[in-house]
Each structure stands twice: as structure tokens, then as C-alpha cells.
């Protein structure tokens, strides 16, 4: 099946029309749900469709208008939501318990704007704030504020940041939709870079059942500690193959901030370091992201 999908440009700052809405940005599965002549059906940014039995019955229980709800599914709600690399995994199963489900809806199109929209986001919005009174309790619209000035903008990201969630995008009152990238819809997240050492691996699922899941890390404090995916099928393979070539080795992780149990938040795996021998601290950590977030 056919999906359009509509991406975040990276944010700057002199692209930045005021006002212009500040939502959170979810961390889970991006999901297309189409109301049509009584019917409901679930597809992901690949095209592929899910059957939810209880949902799509709700959705009709409840009368939604025809058209296209746009969002993202998580395992609990978008501020409680479990971690990517686990939710998802539940999520793309067979069996996936429709009851643990939330979806998080930030646009909505009619039937004939998905062929081609020409309204602006500042009305889909609107048609958004009424229709929500008529969401399954599964359902929820997007976090969002209205930005008046850049230090509106960095208030409520670093409010969503401060709380361990992702970031935030950011969306032109005069954002279209389209397939394809937006020059009016941003991405705004904190990127740092951490030092640590593989301590080990976890078993996969799924396409990943014959291999490793993640690989777990540790700072030489003993600190920071967690799991980390996003290698290469190749890298996954040959870690699998030859744990012993990997564990106690440096890479670099990139993070969006620090729990507060001092854990990475999202973190995502860069590179294997050969050229180093120490890992960050705690306390570096600490300062790169407080750094970070200052720039």
C-alpha cells in the first residue's frame, strides 16, 4: 500500500516565521490511520498495513469524520511512552496487545487533501482541537504551544528535554502537507556524542531472532550504563558472530540528554573508537550535554 509521508527539515533558526506551534516530538512508530465509508485501517511509513480489530471498532464507535489522522504509535502515552528499541519491537509484532497501544495524532487530512493539500497547517489544526472530543481514550492530540520568539521555541523543547522525551518539531502556521521533505516543519533535538565500553549484548527478535538485539554499555565510573541499537545488519551480524572481538572496546553513542536516573536518553550507536582506550565519565557527560544544550 501507498503511504505519503511528509518530513522534518533540520531546524535553523532563520527559516523561523513567528507565530508557529512547538509540539513534542514522539518517540515510536509512525502510523497513517484512514476513515473511509465505514471502514478503518492502520498503515506504517513502509506502506504496511496492521489489522486492530478493538481499535478500528472504537474509531467507528465513535463517529470520526472520513479522512486521514496522522501520528505516531507508542507502547503508553507519548510522556510515558516505552523506549523506542522495545516498544517498536511489540509493536511490530503479530500479537501486539491492542490495550497497550497509544496513538498520538498531530495532522489531519481530508480524503481529498491527501491527494493534494492546500490548506495550511494553523486551519488543519483547528479541525484537530475539535475532533479530539471525539477520540477513543487510546487516542490523544499532540503536546503543543504557540512560539512567539526563538526563547519561546528553546523554552518548550528544553521543558520535553528536561523530562528525558526526544525534542520537539516545529511547524509553520503555513505548513502544507506533502510527500516529501517540508521546509516548514523542523526537527529541534539535542545531538551529543558519548564515549563508552561494550559490556556485553542482548539476544534478538523478530528479523533479529538470529543474532543480537542490542549491544550494553557501561561508563569506567560506572555511572552510566544502557543499551544501544542502530548498527548495521553487517556490524549486528559479525558482533553476533564475535562477541569476544567487541566486548571491552570503545564506541561512540549519540544522545539527546540524561534521564534522571543518569541514564542516556535515545541513544543511538555511531562507531567502534579503535583509537581510544578510556570512556567519558558521568560528570563529562554532564558537562558536553549542559554545553550542548547552551549552544
Not at 521543558?159 to 521533505?181: A, C, R, W
Request: charged share 30%.
Amino acid at each position: 500500500m501507498n503511504t505519503k509521508y511528509c518530513r522534518c527539515s533540520i531546524f535553523t533558526k532563520d527559516k523561523i516565521t513567528f507565530p508557529c506551534y512547538v509540539q513534542l516530538k514522539c518517540d515510536g512508530s509512525y502510523r497513517e490511520m484512514k476513515v473511509k465509508d465505514g471502514k478503518v485501517s492502520f498503515v506504517s511509513r513502509q506502506g504496511k498495513e496492521y489489522v486492530y480489530p478493538k481499535l478500528e471498532k472504537d474509531v467507528l464507535d465513535a463517529g470520526l469524520l472520513d479522512g486521514y489522522y496522522l501520528g505516531e504509535f507508542t507502547i503508553g502515552d507519548a510522556f510515558h511512552a516505552m523506549n523506542r528499541f522495545e516498544g517498536n519491537g511489540i509493536l511490530n509484532r503479530k500479537d501486539c496487545p491492542e490495550r497497550l497501544i497509544h496513538f498520538t495524532v498531530w495532522d489531519y487530512l481530508t480524503l481529498e487533501d491527501y491527494k493534494m493539500c492546500t490548506e495550511e497547517y494553523k486551519f488543519r489544526y483547528v479541525t484537530l482541537q475539535a475532533l479530539q472530543y471525539w477520540f477513543p481514550e487510546w487516542m490523544s492530540l499532540v503536546d503543543t504551544h504557540v512560539a512567539h520568539s526563538l526563547d519561546d521555541i528553546i523554552k518548550f523543547n528544553s521543558i520535553y528535554m528536561g523530562q528525558g522525551l526526544e525534542g520537539s518539531v516545529i511547524k509553520l502556521n503555513n505548513y502544507v502537507f506533502k510527500n516529501g521533505t517540508s521546509n516548514k516543519q523542523f526537527k529541534l533535538k539535542l545531538k551529543v556524542d558519548a564515549d563508552v565500553r561494550i559490556t556485553g549484548t542482548t539476544k534478538g527478535e523478530g528479523k533479529y531472532s538470529d543474532t543480537i538485539g542490542a549491544i550494553t554499555f557501561s561508563t569506567d565510573d560506572s555511572l552510566v550504563t544502557g543499551k544501544v541499537s542502530g548498527m548495521t545488519d553487517a556490524l549486528r551480524r559479525d558482533i553476533g558472530n564475535n562477541p569476544s572481538k567487541y566486548i571491552g572496546k570503545i564506541m561512540s553513542v549519540e544522545f539527546n540528554d540524561l534521564t534522571p536516573e543518569n541514564n542516556l536518553s535515545h541513544p543511538r550507536f555511531k562507531e567502534i573508537r579503535e583509537d581510544k582506550s578510556e570512556t567519558d565519565t558521568l560528570e563529562r557527560i554532564t558537562q558536553m550535554r549542559d554545553m550542548a544544550r547552551k549552544l
